[in-house]
């Protein structure tokens, strides 16, 4: 066959943990599937550094994922390589968009996911907004738990303590061609007095 259906396996073997997985026990099989002969899928697995350049793009693609989602990676700690390496692992390759495509995929994993603390899902949802909120048009969402007061409170070193869900809504718009706004409402209960 070609060289395109080569280029299109050894890409395929650099995102894909599974797929490199069953190349290394049955290359020729994984060949057929690319339309290669057995021959050109030995001379593919005869490639040394293939697990390596993987790690490599994976690490780079992980840097570039925190440099977006600071706030869910500084919470996350310790967790935050092996999420995203699951994440990595079950979504395949990068989406198209770049880093910023693939933060929004990563924090619609960890909203499906329970690790961390419970508004984890909505800190890392928010975050995403802001890499994602169109220019011209209104974003609005729902969340759980009052993001932006946790937001502060991670910039200014982690909150504290118990959160107590309280429903808000966040809005992001732009007024011409000014700077990202943001507009949040948290819907707190009323505490209620004893009678007296």
């Known amino acids: 066959m070609g060289l395109t259906q080569q280029q299109e396996l050894l890409a395929r073997l650099f995102t894909d943990a599974a797929l490199r997985e069953r190349f290394g026990v049955d290359p020729e ?6 339309r290669l002969s057995d021959e050109e899928a030995r001379q593919i697995a005869a490639v040394r550094g293939v697990e390596t350049f993987a790690c490599s793009l994976l690490g780079k693609r992980l840097g570039e994922v925190r440099e977006v989602l600071p706030l869910t990676a500084e919470v996350l700690s310790g967790d935050f390589v092996p999420l995203f390496r699951e994440y990595a692992e079950s979504a395949g ?14 924090t619609d994993f960890l909203a499906r996911r329970s690790v961390g603390p419970p508004w984890i899902g909505d800190l890392a949802r928010y975050e995403a907004v802001w890499l994602g909120a169109s220019p011209r048009l209104l974003t609005a969402r729902f969340f759980r738990y009052p993001v932006p007061r946790l937001a502060r409170a991670v910039l200014g070193g982690k909150p504290s303590g118990r959160v107590t869900p309280v429903p808000t809504v966040a809005l992001w718009f732009r007024v011409g061609r000014g700077p990202l706004r943001h507009v949040s409402i948290s819907l707190e209960r009323p505490k209620l007095g004893s009678p007296g």
């Open 93 to 106: 390759a990068p989406p198209p968009g770049g880093p910023r495509a693939d933060a929004v995929r990563f």
């Open 29 to 34: 099989a994984v060949g057929r599937e690319f």
